[in-house]
């Protein structure tokens, strides 16, 4: 019997992006995309600490900036403003 290291409902990349107004870039997902609100964690002042929404064929994480935890969004006008994280495989 084999097993499947990918849970039911997601695909083999689940990206989490980082925006400032996670709460209306939802609100957007849903009205134009469709997607559905899997979890949702509201932080302090209405921000958004993490939400997962499922498009159907996939699912995106999304969050605000928690400078706590050094998640920040894109610098405006710039264009390099990411990060990687690689988890390398197990075996």
Known sequence: MSVT???QGYTSLTPFICVDGAAE???F????FGAEVVERMDGPDGTVA???LDFGTGRLQLGDPQEAYQIAAPAPRRRDSFD???LPRRG
Not at 29 to 32: K, L, S, T
Request: charged fraction near 10%.
């Open 25 to 27: 870039a939802i609100t």
């Open 84 to 86: 990687r994280v690689l």
């Open 5 to 7: 290291p990918i849970p």
């Open 29 to 32: 997902y849903q009205n134009v």
């Open 50 to 52: 993490h939400a997962e």
